[in-house]
């Protein structure tokens, strides 16, 4: 912790001293984040007005069902009577997929949604670790649920598990996880870690 402590005050002392002794390149780059950060809520608040858009409006006349997915985002309509909509929203994994089924038997029902938020995956994946220093990882996620991912990542340090959480329910970023790793190190040592990882 005292570790994490001084690297963090080291940073910080850094960051200081460039603003000081540059201030031009400093204030450039500051200018590019904030940019960066305006386009990325801009996006995230345009695909929450397409969401709210969805939910709010009615179904067309003659329309019993609708199902809209808005990038993560599934949001069923089904009319319960003569004016009246309801509506369910859910959560669509990046590594999951909707199917919708009709039954051949029953013409009158409405198709079934199946949503397939959970399962297997092979998907590579890449981000930063800290563990004593701040490490690159390269992984591979092998099993999702909802916002949760299990994934077998390796450093220059030491290789392991990982559990990651995606956090666009909270942040703009869509492709952002979250993780914590445990696994062994080169000398066969036990270690752990957190950072962030996100999916090629």
């Known amino acids: 912790m005292a570790q ?3 690297t963090l005050c080291g940073a910080v002392k850094a960051a200081a001293l460039f ?7 400093a204030a450039f780059v500051i200018c590019g ?7 990325m809520e801009l996006r995230h608040e345009q695909s929450h007005v397409r969401e709210l858009t969805a939910k709010t ?3 067309p006349p003659g329309t019993k069902e609708e199902v809209v997915v808005y990038r993560d985002r599934i949001i069923e309509k089904w009319r319960t009577g003569p004016a009246q909509v309801e509506y369910r929203e859910r959560y669509l994994p990046p590594e999951g997929h909707v199917e919708i089924v009709t039954k051949e038997n029953a013409p009158n029902k409405p198709p079934e949604v199946v949503v397939k938020d959970w399962g297997f995956a092979m998907r590579l994946g890449g981000g930063v670790v800290y563990s004593d220093r701040i490490l690159p990882m390269l992984d591979l996620k092998w099993f999702y649920w909802k916002r949760y991912s299990l994934t077998v990542g390796i450093t220059p340090k030491f290789g392991g598990l990982c559990l990651s959480r995606h ?8 492709n952002l ?12 040592n036990r270690d ?9």
């Open 4 to 6: 994490a402590i001084k």
């Open 57 to 59: 409006e009615g179904l």
């Open 177 to 188: 996880e979250i993780f914590s790793i445990v696994g062994i190190t080169w000398q066969g």
């Open 167 to 174: 956090i666009d329910d909270f942040t703009p970023f869509c």
């Open 33 to 39: 984040f904030l940019f960066v950060f305006i386009l």
């Open 192 to 200: 752990v870690g957190m950072g962030v990882r996100i999916n090629f």
């Open 19 to 25: 603003i000081v002794r540059r201030p031009k390149d």
